[in-house]
Nanobody
C-alpha cells in the first residue's frame, strides 16, 4: 500500500494550492480517501474525504466553501483544491484511506493507511 502526497508549499494568505494523493495497493473506489492535518501544538483535524463508489464526501466546517476534493479513478489519485488560504490553514497535511464512511474522524479508524505528509504554510 502506498499513499504519496504532493503539492504542499508556501503561499500568501488568499492564495491557492492543490494537493495530490497518489495511491496504490488497495481498491481505490471502495475507500474513503482524503486529508487530515496537524498544526504545531494542535490536535489532528479531519479536513476532507471522498469515497468514489457512492460519492460520499466530508468537509470540515473550517474549510467548507474554500476547499474542494475530487478523485480521478483512472489514476487512483485524490486531489484537494485549496482556495482562499488563511494562516490558520498552516499545518502538515496527511493523506489517509480507510473503509470507514467519510466523516470528521474517518482517518483515525482501525486499518487506516496514512501517507508521510506534506507541509502547507500560509503567510499573512
Amino acid at each position: 500500500v502506498q499513499l504519496v502526497e504532493s503539492g504542499g508549499g508556501l503561499v500568501q494568505a488568499g492564495g491557492s494550492l492543490r494537493l495530490s494523493c497518489a495511491t496504490s495497493g488497495f481498491p481505490f473506489d471502495d475507500y474513503g480517501i482524503g486529508w487530515f492535518r496537524q498544526a504545531p501544538g494542535k490536535e489532528r483535524e479531519g479536513v476532507s474525504c471522498i469515497r468514489s463508489s457512492d460519492g460520499n464526501t466530508y468537509y470540515a466546517d473550517s474549510v467548507k466553501d474554500r476547499f474542494t476534493i475530487s478523485s480521478d479513478n483512472a489514476k487512483n489519485t485524490v486531489y484537494l483544491q485549496m482556495n482562499s488560504l488563511k494562516p490558520e490553514d498552516t499545518a502538515v497535511y496527511y493523506c489517509a484511506a480507510t473503509t470507514s464512511p467519510c466523516g470528521s474522524t474517518w482517518w483515525d479508524r482501525g486499518g487506516a493507511y496514512w501517507g508521510m505528509g506534506t507541509q502547507v504554510t500560509v503567510s499573512s
